[in-house]
């Protein structure tokens, strides 16, 4: 089993705990990092000591928002048996993303969403189109980040890039300044990681080997035919407005 310093563990824990707390819908939240974790609702519930339909109720919204000491019990449930059955994989993921630095170059905008969205919630508030992935549309998103492509290029370090994915690689890499969309496909060729779906903004033709790598990696690659980068990301923080709690259960 592997071993993780406790200091950088409770760091986790409390990013976990405060975006749960923070979260517009706490039990969607809940379900949000139960599932980045890839942890049976029932397991979890077995090692919290509760039955599966009381965590259920928590994460659909049928009982209140959890106290601070089931919050607390939750997360490290959570973290624990990432440790204990995947010897701490989606734990160190988010030891590798997490940890923002206060500039980020390139980067134009980066959030995380208080509940998952769908990518179609996603093509639909951009105007996307999507090259790649039709059959994934349904598959969640949790979060976005905005990118200049050329300053990304020109300035970010391997340690950066990484960085781009902010609290979850479940995420839309949205690439502005962009003329055929390769670069970034190749970019991403090349790291350990993978986004929840790739936006290239305005462009009239997608380069092929483009398309091709996204269909390797099989990452959904969407073009956003928004007309302006400020009306984008407009759209994209306006996201979660747009789409009713219920269509998320």
């Known amino acids: 089993m592997t071993t993780i310093n406790k200091a950088l563990i409770e760091f986790v824990a409390k990013k976990i705990a405060g975006d749960i707390i923070f979260s517009e819908n706490p039990g969607l939240a809940m379900r949000k990092w139960r599932e980045f974790f890839n942890i049976q609702q029932s397991k979890l519930a077995n090692r919290l000591n509760i039955s599966p339909s009381v965590l259920s109720d928590y994460e659909s919204g049928r009982r209140r928002s959890p106290g601070t000491m089931v919050l607390k ?74 990118i200049d492509s050329i300053v990304a290029i020109k300035e970010l370090s391997g340690s950066e890039f990484l960085q781009l994915f902010g609290l979850t690689t479940q ?8 003329s055929t969309g390769r670069s970034p496909m190749v970019a991403l060729k090349v790291v350990d990681f993978k986004p929840g779906a790739v936006v290239l903004h305005k462009l009239k033709k997608v380069d092929a080997l483009a398309i091709e790598l996204a269909k390797i990696m099989k990452v959904p690659l969407i073009v956003s035919n928004v007309e302006a980068v400020e009306e984008l990301i407009d759209r994209l923080r306006r996201l979660e407005q747009r789409v009713p709690h219920s269509s998320m259960t």
């Open 73 to 146: 019990r939750f997360v490290n449930g959570l973290i624990s048996m990432d440790l204990e059955y995947e010897d701490g994989k989606h734990l160190k993921l988010l030891l590798k993303t997490a940890r923002m630095m206060p500039v980020i170059h390139g980067v134009l905008d980066i959030r995380d969403f208080s509940s998952p969205l769908t990518l179609s919630n996603l093509v639909e508030a951009i105007e996307g189109k999507v090259e790649y992935g039709k059959d994934m549309l349904e598959n969640y998103i949790y979060g976005y980040t905005v």
């Open 171 to 178: 995420r839309a890499l949205v690439f502005t300044n962009v």
